[in-house]
């Protein structure tokens, strides 16, 4: 494989293996529910029980919302900040986003909260004060900025990291043509040396392309457009976190995979089922729900960590050892092969 990107590494000098598998926290298409103490009511996300259970053992990565923590969404969430090698911190786009993501069931209306950039400034100040010792990526306040020249794109979100220069920066791209709704890789040409000020390039799994192979395939590009120009900084697929697709983003050029499927589904030899399918297939039928659910996940954690170190041994191998893959090797084998067949910059890649 050739050389693609340095690990990342933020001013505090957190340093972690690439590919990186990131698990995602987050209270859209989640439930709510009301925790009553001496008088107060706070609403929280159901997602609150597994970073309450799972956080503490979450020590390469994760990421969380800054939306979710100005709303309290969370009830300790700071205890678990310093736990990872690399925490990753999202602008709150996601939740603010009124259509739902592929992984998510139609089934729980999305609760829009207000979360303006003042908002996102404040979650930041505040984790400055009260988290200091932190290893974070922060994002760019993605929000409202499809749409708009990739040039202000890049020039806000500067003036945005220079004012947390001890943090990582990460920043997602948007669709910046009004007449398309993916990015156009061609479109950064004019402003690609500016890329390399940042620590991460990222793009949302959505926003890459029209299907999958169109979204390989401009990713790809992107990869090889940065390398070309000798910007050696990891691309982060936002939403590309599934057991069967994360490998095929990798192989284009992805090496930073975040996404909340883990907690919507349970990973089992290569395929994302039903969780609750989870208490049967571990034959958990007579234990208490709520412990085969922490179970489940607590087993999604493992998997995603067993597939990232997967990928890293395969992305050193000479040439193309699938073997590596504990679980569908001879399909990624197949897709590897057509991807190949279709994406002429695959060769510049591996």
């Known amino acids: 494989m050739h050389f693609r990107s340095r690990n990342p590494q933020t001013p505090l000098g957190a340093d972690v293996d690439l590919p990186l598998l990131v698990p995602s926290f987050s209270s859209k298409g989640f439930g709510f529910y009301v925790e009553k103490s001496e008088g107060t009511e706070r609403v929280h996300s159901e997602t609150n029980g597994a970073l309450d259970v799972l956080g503490a053992y979450l020590h390469e990565s994760f990421l969380i919302s800054a939306y979710d923590l100005f709303h309290d969404h ?54 400055v004060e009260t988290n200091s010792d932190a290893s974070i990526l922060v994002a760019n306040y993605d929000w409202d900025t499809k749409h708009t020249p990739f040039e202000r794109q890049i020039q806000s979100s500067k003036r945005l990291f220079d004012s947390y220069p001890h943090w990582g920066k990460n920043l997602l791209l948007k669709p910046a043509s009004d007449r398309s709704d993916v990015i156009e890789v061609d479109a950064l040409l004019p402003v690609v040396a500016e890329l390399r000020d940042f620590d991460v390039v990222g793009v949302t799994e959505k926003e890459l392309g029209h299907d999958l192979l169109d979204r390989l395939r401009r990713l790809a590009r992107l990869r090889v457009l940065l390398t070309r120009n000798d910007i050696h900084v990891p691309i982060h697929v936002w939403g590309g976190l599934d057991p069967t697709i994360t490998p095929l983003y990798y192989f284009a050029g992805g090496e930073i995979f975040d996404g909340v499927s883990w907690m919507r589904y349970y990973l089992h030899e290569g395929l994302a089922v039903n969780l609750e399918s989870s208490i049967q297939i571990r034959g958990d039928l007579a234990a208490p729900y709520d412990e085969s659910i922490v179970t489940a996940l607590s087993s999604n954690i493992s998997y995603l960590a067993g597939l990232a170190t997967s990928l890293q041994v395969f992305g050193s191998s000479e040439n193309q050892d699938f073997t590596v893959f504990e679980h569908g090797r001879e399909n990624l084998k197949r897709a590897f092969e057509t991807m190949r067949s279709q994406i002429s910059e695959l060769e510049e890649i591996w």
């Open 74 to 127: 969370y009830a300790s969430p700071k205890k678990h900040l310093e736990t990872p090698r690399l925490l990753f911190l999202d602008s709150g786009g996601y939740e603010l986003a009124p259509e739902f993501d592929s992984t998510e069931p139609k089934i729980t209306p999305v609760r829009n909260l207000p979360f303006s950039f003042e908002n996102y400034l404040a979650v930041l100040d505040d984790l």
